[in-house]
């Protein structure tokens, strides 16, 4: 059975990624506004922004990556939402593969997709000015935080797309994902906060995981952030897979059945 699973999985993995090399715009669309972004804070306003010691590229880089990944997650729902609208899911169900594949291989596809628009951006912010003196582990822990962060997310964004009744309904969850670093310590520091803003912005998830990311990168003692931010993406991700694996039985039961 875990087999029939991975061999499901990698071959409808195949063909969502097939679909994005016909269609790289997925890929730019998705670098552009971080990089827009971030050429915006730190050209514009930057220099009026107490970013601490730090150049203020690589003060607010953190939260360009996790903007990078909200803004590419949106594509997610909106390619489940089309394969579920075009029918080719109750083609699935008359085939003898493994029930979660589909959801895995649009999960997996997100996953490749994101992370080709991070190394972009990151490129973008090295040419910026941005350097670290970090060390290959603090590098790996980065890394699997956002792997973690973008696995957490795409599967809210695949319970947005099986739940959504229109195209616009599918990708629109993901807006309000992509306000959140800037009401966090990505720009700003959360001391130059008023009262309740401060008190949201400590308390949210995207706080403790950019401030995770930048002591790591800064070589600077991490403390509790980075497994307060790993409980976040935990979190988020057990409630989210399960939430998803439930709406998906529940479309699958009004289908007919045959998915094996």
């Not at 390619?79 to 999960?107: C, T, Y």
């Not at 403390?223 to 307060?228: L, Q, Y």
Request: aromatic share 10%.
């Amino acid at each position: 059975m875990t087999t029939h699973f991975f061999g499901d999985t990698a071959l409808l993995l195949g063909r969502s990624l097939r679909h994005i090399t016909r269609s790289p715009d997925t890929i730019i669309t998705t670098t552009i506004m971080p990089i827009a972004f971030m050429l915006l804070f730190v050209y514009v306003f930057g220099g009026a922004i107490n970013s601490g010691p730090d150049p203020y590229v690589s003060y607010l880089l953190p939260g360009i990556l996790l903007i990078t990944i909200t803004s590419s997650i949106s594509y997610t729902a909106f390619r489940l939402f089309m394969d579920m609208k075009s029918g080719i899911f109750e083609r699935f169900q008359s085939m003898p593969i493994a029930r979660s594949s589909v959801l895995w291989a649009h999960v997996l596809t997100s996953l490749v997709a994101s992370l080709i628009s991070l190394v972009v951006v990151m490129l973008v912010a090295l040419l910026m000015g941005f350097r670290s003196g970090a060390g290959v582990l603090a590098w790996l822990e980065i890394a699997g935080i956002l792997i973690l962060f973008t696995l957490a997310l795409t599967w809210l964004a695949v319970i947005a797309g099986l739940a959504a009744k229109t195209v616009d309904g599918a990708s629109a969850f993901s807006y309000p994902l992509i306000l959140l670093p800037f009401i966090s310590s990505a720009f700003v520091l959360t001391a130059t906060m008023p009262g309740p803003v401060r008190a949201f912005a400590e308390h949210q998830p995207v706080t403790p995981i950019v401030d995770a990311i930048r002591d790591l990168y800064t070589q600077r003692p991490v403390g509790t952030d980075i497994w307060i931010a790993l409980a976040w993406c935990l979190g988020i991700l057990v409630v989210a897979y399960a939430l998803a694996i439930a709406v998906y039985h529940r479309r699958r039961s009004v289908s007919p059945p045959g998915l094996g």
